[in-house]
């Protein structure tokens, strides 16, 4: 009777041990599943080089979750808000990704952290040993490329281009004097925070007067040029502003209206792509009231090359245009090297076109008229392929694109025509040509490729003392002519213009077509 009990009491003790230990093991389980869907970082330690970048992500990001990138130190290391990292200068930093979602009705926050070490870069000395431009000669036995217009291999593309350039391509914008200040303030954003001339007092006065714009006209830039949306995305972007939310307002939200965005053609997808990408934006859903096709990248994309031509080319009416086929190349640039076959065989097409288009004297012409604005788009499109400039797909006569462009410079200005007046969007486009290729050829993102942030202007204290000189002389100067205008207004009748202003007048005039087509 005892041996039975003690049998039945070691059964029951055997029994709950089981169950305890099974127990035991499923919530060990369960832990550890959690634990591995709970968000890491891909890489923990990061090392990269000065002027390049490494894209890290969220593994086992949550549906829905929001993820804010920091730098603790931007002057060694920025980081995208995608997570591209971007070396500064050599030193050590550490990066953090803040990872917000929902468990449930909890509010879950992860903060992931990566240590970031910037090394230099061991040939940047070697590209400065490099010769004078006494090997130039080389490059003007190129006119045998003139009794082969059409290339018959599409020029070499690579995304590592090596630094090393002949001195006479000095991509330095020719304007900017020794402090780094840029003489003509009619640049553009764009070109000022891409090529490091930049001030946080400019930002701060183009972000005031953007505001009372966007205000004034309560977030509704345009009913037909959609444009106007993706140049003001992509002036944000040079900033690092968000246009997401500027003054309360979406300014990426009607790119994605796809129908409204092709009404100005072929031009509202190209620089819709290229707004997009600035940045990595994810494209909003469009307004409630907007019953057309929604924009995606890979709609833009392929409303793109359907409308290339057979030669090709892209144009805004039936003949293949150079600067509208550039521009072309630099949206399609972003996905040269994808997993879309189709993206590169329509870029080489048009890079055959353009070859074919090139004038003896490097440049470029639109209607048959030699013009600054499409020698300027060539020149950024191979610099957005980082092309070399003296590949002999594009040096006719022993002159290369760059050598074209500049024949439109002079005193810090371009002009629209050979030997013109100053024209405002001939010295846009000719400084933002020289900034993209100045990137192009220091290894930095392209022109378009916001991700590394701004680059800003230094300014040294006697600079800053020149600059509160001259304002104190403005200001005397604008009291005393306040006084002579008052004086002499009651004898004069009839306004007159000047020289400089009639000048500038008729150059405007003169390209008022190619202004329309390229906004």
Known sequence: MRNRFMRRAVVCILALAMMLSFDGVSTIASAAKAKAKAPKI?????????????????????????????????????VSKSGKIKGMKAGKTTVTATVKYKKGKKTVKKVLKAKVTVKKKKAAAKATKKPTTTKAPATTKAPATTKKPVATKAPTVTKTPVPARTPEADPKPANVVADGEVSDSNLTTEHKSRYGAVTKDYISKYKENLLKEVKAKDGVLSTRKYTEYSRVVIALASIDENPTNFGGYNLLKPLAEFDNVNKQGINGSIYALIAIHSSNYKIPKPDKNYTGEVTTVKKLIEYIIKNQNSDGGWSMADKSECDITAMAVQALSFYYTGSDKSVKKSVDKALKFLSRQQNNDGGYSAEGISNCESTAQVLMAISALNINIEDSHFVKNGNTVLNGLLDYYSNGKFS????????????????????AYYRSLTIMNGFYDMADGISYQKVSKKVLEKKKTAASKTKTTKTVKKTTKKSTKKNTSKSTVSDKDKEETTSVKNNKNCTEKKQ
């Open 416 to 435: 629209h025509t050979k030997n013109g007046g100053y024209n405002h969007m001939a010295t846009e486009q000719g400084f933002c040509a020289l900034t």
């Open 42 to 78: 891909s890489s923990k330690c990061i090392v990269v080089k000065v002027g390049s970048s490494k894209k890290v992500t969220i593994k086992n990001k949550p549906k829905k979750a929001k993820v804010t990138w920091k730098s603790k130190n931007k002057k060694i290391a920025k």
